[in-house]
């Protein structure tokens, strides 16, 4: 006798394995390019290749960690957002990041247990300034990176935000630019009030807009919206089915709760002006046999 089931249960679970297999596929494939690339040419050993990596994903962390999109840390230490763009992906060297632009960035990342002299040290390993990583700071990296990512706020930061959260949002006035890709505003309507993994996401915006993401555009989206500032990776669960690594749950930031709220008022604002225009032009449609 057959016990053989295919009901929906089964194959949402099989959905789920073919997503995550997609997703360390293209991981794999994104971290073997990686090993690849040479920045300026130079001669780099994997070992060397590794620390600069996992410096320079460290960087992004305490940069999430602290809400900072990488657009507001260009601005504020001078850097070019390529430059940190390849920082944080181990790539950067000396020439890219000097040893001005290193402070700088070491003090807007400074924020407790680590100071800005610790952040520095920390870029100068990754771009390959200091010779020989000391071996406490790469325990502590490694330390860091098995964690999930917690958003913080530094002082400055915390009474900033305190300001902003006083205001009410007016229609009127919107400090951001309408979200592109569109998909970026359901994926944030999607983490409103719950954290849930990318498969989650992909599965609540299909069942609520009929729309379909696939496995690589939406690992890429959310990776932008990380480097923006609007998500965090809230904590990490580990997959049954895959030992291998967790799966990381995604949340809002403050910054991207703000950003969903001022994009859903431009939007109420734009569909209360369509119809405006249907209702008004309404009388003479009908005068010419169009109602």
Sequence with gaps: MNNHTSGPDNTDHA???????????????????????SPQGLAIDASTRH??????????????????SNTQAAIATGVDIQALL??????????????????????????????????????????????????????????????????????????????????????????YEPLEPKEKYQVLLSLAGRESDSYGIIQEIKHRTGLGIGVMSIEGLLEQMLAEGLIIVAHERPDPDFDDEPEPFYALTGLGRQVAEQETLRQKRQIEDNIRIVYGHLPRLARHGFG
């Design 15 to 37: 959905s789920q394995l073919h997503h995550k297999f997609l997703k360390e596929t293209a991981k794999t494939a994104f971290f073997r390019l990686l090993d690849q690339v």
């Design 86 to 175: 390849l920082l944080e992906t181990g790539l950067a060297d000396e020439h890219l990041i000097p040893p001005a632009t290193q402070d700088a960035l070491g003090r807007l990342l400074a924020s407790p247990p680590y100071d800005g002299e610790w952040v520095s040290l920390v870029i100068a390993v990754a771009v390959r300034r200091a010779s020989l990583a000391p071996a406490p700071l790469i325990e502590h990296i490694m330390i860091d990176l098995s964690k999930p990512v917690v958003p913080s706020l530094r002082a400055d930061q915390a009474a900033e935000n305190d300001s902003a959260d006083s205001a009410p949002l007016d229609a009127e006035n919107l400090l």
């Design 51 to 68: 620390i600069c990596r996992m410096c320079g994903c460290w960087l992004a962390r305490r940069r999430l960690e602290l809400q900072i």
